[in-house]
Structure formats: C-alpha cells, structure tokens
C-alpha cells in the first residue's frame, strides 16, 4: 500500500515512473530529425538557438531557446532548423542516436542545442497520468515558471557532458524533478480549470480535498464530509470537483482505490479480504463489486493470484 504523501507523488509513485535515457542533441546548418513515435512520456528543452516541432496533423511550431515541451503517449514528430511539410521527409533520428555510446549527439553544427529524454511507467497505471495530460505541453520561456525549469535543465546540460562519476544516476533524479517542474509550470499556464486533476491540485479548497482522501483513502467519505472538511456547501463542492477533476468525489475516490487495489494485487502484497478493509469496505463482496465497476472483472479474475 503506498504511504500517504500528496496526490501527485501518490499517483507517479503508483504508475512506477522510470525515467529513460537522457541526451543533447547539437544541430546546425539544414537539418530535419524525425523521432519515433513511443508509448510514453517524453521530454525535450531547447538550451540554445531555435527549431520547429512537427506533430501528426499539425501545422509547424516554432521553438524557442528556454521553450520546454513535454509529449504525452508521444507521437511521432520531427525536429527541424525550419518548418517541416511532412514528417516523412526527415531523417530517422534512432540512427544517430546510440545510447550505448555517447548521450551528447552532433548533426551538422551546434547551433541548435536542445536536450530530451523519457519516462516509462507501468502500462497498466500510466493513464492516470497521461489521460490528464494534452498530447503537447509547452512551456514557453517567457513563463514566469520557465526560470525554475531552466536551473534544472542547465545542471542536466552539465551532467550530460560532464563524465563526472555518477552522472547516470544524477541525470535520472534531475529528470524526474524536472517533470514535477514542468508539471507544475504546465498547471500555471493552463489555470486550475484547464488541467484537469492535476489542475485541481493547485485549488486551494479541491486541492485540500484531494489530498485528505489521499492521507485517508480508508475512510467512510462523503461528500457532505469532504465539503465541511474545505469549507464549502456540498453542492458548490460538488460542482466545483466535478468541474476542475472530471468526475464527481466519490467516483474520484473509488477509482483511486481501485488504482491502490490493483497494484498491490500485482506485487502480491495483501489478500482481497484485507484490501477490502484497508480501503475501506465493509466487505469483501463490496470491495470485488467496486473492483469490476471500475475495471470490468472481479480482482480474483483480475489477477489469477489473488488470495
């Protein structure tokens, strides 16, 4: 079970987030690279200079040096000196990077310089994130929340070039923080509203919600509790959730039981009857009848091993 913290480092803890290899890629003169598409989370910061992205059935988006972006369920795209008329058209960028090697990458010149990396999560959590998340993130220099970005970025650029002993294990703690950095920068330009329950993080009063049915997912909620527990009415309340999570409070907290449930089936940690009393059901039968409302089958045909 996961010790309470707060919701967003209960949910990346969850998904088991791991962060991929990390390089610079330096670029001058005409160049055009295109990146497979992956079935995670990537990102990439422009250091120096400027470039386009090119994302499927979108028109070019130009880049600027402190320009941050993050790709949920990455799609393919191309990075380029100009605008690109077709992804097809650019070179494929796997066969110049070779991770095995070297993570500092030179096409032509320097100058364009941009680092970029990734995330991979269990797949079967994963959504919780990138379901939250617009396929494109960009966080513009001109953001007052850039400047804490580019601190972290400036210390990955030295890392990455440095050879310094341990640089592996610092470049992967530096991409991790960078996340919850462009997470947060994400929620600032975009607003409450627009962020989904990441959004309603940063609500002063939702937020507060959240994080109480987090520090206590075993307990007999309401709504009428939650909304006394924030100061509101129960139906500003539930309008307000609603409105900033996506789905009314008590489905939020089913659902993130369900997310607890699932993975401790999987690592085998406890028996169904004692999920059912940790995450706060008066049964067993009540907790399999939450269990396939949420995920189509009961945990013991969910998960063959469960006791």
Aim: glycine share 10%; charged share 20%.
């Amino acid at each position: 079970m996961l010790a309470a913290t707060d919701p967003l480092s209960d949910v990346l803890s969850l998904i088991d987030l791991h962060s991929a290899a990390t390089a610079r890629l330096e670029a001058g003169g005409k160049w055009a690279l295109r990146f497979p598409a992956k079935p995670y989370l990537k990102f990439n910061a422009v250091l120096r200079g400027t470039c386009w992205i090119t994302l499927p059935g979108e028109r070019p988006f130009r880049l600027e040096a402190g320009d941050t972006f993050l790709l949920a369920d990455a799609p393919p795209f191309v990075l380029s000196d100009a605008p690109c008329d077709a992804i097809a058209d650019a070179e494929d960028a796997s066969l110049l990077f070779d991770h095995s090697r070297s993570n500092v990458y030179r096409y032509g010149g320097d100058d364009t310089v941009a680092i970029g990396g990734g995330f991979v999560f269990e797949d079967g959590n994963a959504r919780l994130l990138l379901d939250a998340l617009p396929t494109f993130v960009h966080v513009p220099a001109a953001a007052p929340e850039a400047a804490v970005l580019r601190g972290t970025l400036q210390i990955l650029d030295a890392e990455l070039g440095g050879h310094r002993m341990g640089a592996s294990l610092v470049t992967r703690r530096l991409a991790d923080v960078l996340l919850v950095q462009a997470l947060r920068a994400h929620v600032a330009v975009r607003g409450t509203e627009g962020a989904g329950w990441i959004g309603a993080l940063d609500d002063r009063r939702i937020g507060s919600a959240l994080h109480q049915m987090h520090r206590d997912v075993g307990r007999d909620w309401t709504v009428g509790a939650l909304a006394a527990a924030v100061g509101m009415s129960r139906s500003g309340f539930a309008l307000r959730f609603r409105t900033l999570v996506g789905v009314p409070p008590l489905d939020y907290l089913t659902r993130w039981r369900m997310q607890i449930a699932r993975e401790a089936l999987r690592r085998d940690e406890t028996s169904v009857a004692g999920l059912a009393l940790a995450l706060g059901y008066a049964s067993e039968s009540a907790f399999a009848a939450a269990f396939k409302r949420v995920f189509g089958r009961p945990p013991k045909r969910y998960w063959p091993k469960a006791r």
